[in-house]
């Protein structure tokens, strides 16, 4: 297993539409782990292949306390939202940024398990909000775009002022 390199936000490899997965190969499962082990070392609740710069429709969850209920989806799809919650969310990409953003308070998800099993699934609370935002990766879109531009502004502003002192 091995640590992957996360993109960072403003990276433009993080708009790259993510390509469903054909087939669930030993190479998936392989990138499965490392992106789990990636996950949780960095620590986060979610990863998705896009932030590793591997664009394929791969998500990893676990919003577990104990980190040991690891969720794999694989080609996701929401077939169903409903409701409406808003709630502070941070992203491996983009590292100290914490913002409120509102999605669907519950969804159902179709996808494919990490040995290629296909599965429907109900969600709400930090779990819904946690397979939105990976799902958002696949298709380009970072969390940080749902805020207003004069805060993306600025949020790019502090993003090159810090690259700019750490170098």
Request: aromatic share 4%.
């Amino acid at each position: 297993m091995a640590i992957l390199k996360i993109l960072q936000y403003p990276d433009e490899r993080l708009h790259t539409i993510a390509k469903p997965l054909p087939a669930v190969t030993a190479a998936t499962r392989n990138l499965i782990r490392d992106m789990a082990e990636t996950m949780y070392a960095a620590p986060g609740v979610g990863l998705a292949a896009t932030q590793v710069d591997v664009h394929e429709q791969l998500i990893v969850i676990d919003i577990s306390e104990t980190r040991d209920q690891l969720m794999v989806f694989i080609n996701p799809e929401i077939i169903a939202s409903s409701g409406e919650i808003e709630r502070e969310e941070g992203c491996l990409s983009v590292p100290g940024v914490y913002e409120k953003v509102c999605r669907a308070e519950r969804v159902t998800v179709n996808a494919l398990d990490a040995h290629g099993k296909p599965f429907t699934l109900e969600m709400d609370g930090l779990q819904a909000t946690c397979v939105q935002h990976e799902i958002d990766h696949l298709k380009g879109k970072v969390f940080v775009e749902y805020l207003s531009l004069l805060k993306q502004s600025r949020l790019r502003a502090k993003i090159k002022k810090h690259r700019r002192e750490t170098l």
